[in-house]
């Protein structure tokens, strides 16, 4: 399944890209739609040459062999006055070096010889440009599905999602047990990152944060919702299932409990049941309505045995 968080940072570098490459757009003087983590990725992702020095950023462009100053002298740049400073205004009369006054660690020190060695061997083209090449293409070229792909390398995801695409259960929620289980809902937490308005407090119990596993496994009403439908899909064999740890934690578990052949339908009556509680969730938030668990549990069962009429009779839902 595509990340869409890595998807959508790997579309963002395209802007810097752009800043860099068609500098005569009208809005490359504008504050662009990048975070610290974008700049980063771009600033690892990319080689500069150094030419007439006037568009490089001094800190944070790669224009050292391949490297940037913030990553050569971690020190001196969290303490630099001006961080967006470029090459050519740096190094007219060594005017970074005022930045970072005054040193005062052994560190520091060490650092700004580093830093001063390195950027003495510079030298100035007077009549040639700066220049940009992104790593990771052979032509040095940016392309949406690089930025993408680096981003997966040497790292790994703990979460084994391939069950939730082959559950029985309809695609839109398969979808939503993904970003679920990813923890991308629009729940509280995710609510105050991107600065919108949100009640922290969980609408099902009116006590705790309303956070994705809170949510759907350990809230009161969704415990209720939960034992409701095992009594009426007769899944007394979850009942010895522990439910502490995370919602993937929990739902592997009870997957666990039964054979395979019998785990897809199991994998598509929790999502059923996920998907409910957050409809009771949404329902209360914004119509100002409210089902009990029971009926929330009936909705659930009602929603397993429609999608099995559509595709073949199942030995779970009596």
């Not at 439910?243 to 409990?257: D, E, F, I, T, V």
Request: with cysteine; proline share 3%; hydrophobic share 35%.
């Amino acid at each position: 399944m595509l990340d869409l968080e890595r998807f959508f940072r790997g579309l963002r570098l395209r802007w810097l890209w752009f800043k860099c490459k068609h500098k005569e757009r009208a809005w490359n003087c504008l504050d662009l739609p990048c975070d610290w983590r974008d700049c980063d990725l771009f600033a690892a992702s990319t080689v500069v040459t150094i030419g007439d020095r006037k568009t490089v950023n001094f800190w944070t462009s790669s224009w050292i062999e391949g490297t940037s100053p913030k990553n050569i002298v971690p020190n001196l740049f969290r303490k630099a006055k001006r961080k967006n400073i470029t090459v050519w205004k740096a190094l007219q009369d060594n005017r970074w070096v005022a930045h970072i006054l005054p040193l005062q660690t052994v560190q520091e020190l060490h650092e700004y010889a580093a830093l001063w060695e390195r950027v003495q061997e510079t030298t100035l083209e007077e009549n040639s440009e700066d220049t940009i090449r992104w790593r990771w293409i052979a032509d040095g070229e940016y392309t949406t599905k690089s930025a993408y792909n680096i981003q997966f390398e040497g790292s790994f995801s703990k979460l084994k999602l391939t069950p939730i695409w082959k559950a029985q259960a309809e695609p839109k929620c398969r979808f939503f047990a993904c970003t679920l289980l990813h923890k991308k809902i629009l729940t509280a937490n995710n609510l105050i990152k991107c600065n919108w308005a949100n009640d922290p407090i969980c609408k099902l119990c009116g006590m705790h944060p309303a956070m994705p596993t809170h949510l759907c496994k350990d809230s009161t009403y969704a415990k209720q919702v939960w034992s409701y439908l095992k009594q009426c899909l007769n899944l007394y064999a979850l009942n010895s299932v522990g439910m502490n740890g995370s919602l993937h934690g929990y739902w592997r578990k009870c997957r666990a409990k039964f054979d395979r052949s019998e785990r897809r339908k199991i994998g598509g009556v929790m999502i059923y049941f996920w998907r409910n509680v957050w409809k009771e969730r949404n329902r209360r938030t914004f119509q100002q309505k409210h089902l009990q668990p029971i009926q929330v549990a009936q909705l659930c069962k009602d929603e397993i045995q429609q999608y099995q009429m559509t595709t073949r009779p199942s030995t779970i839902v009596e």
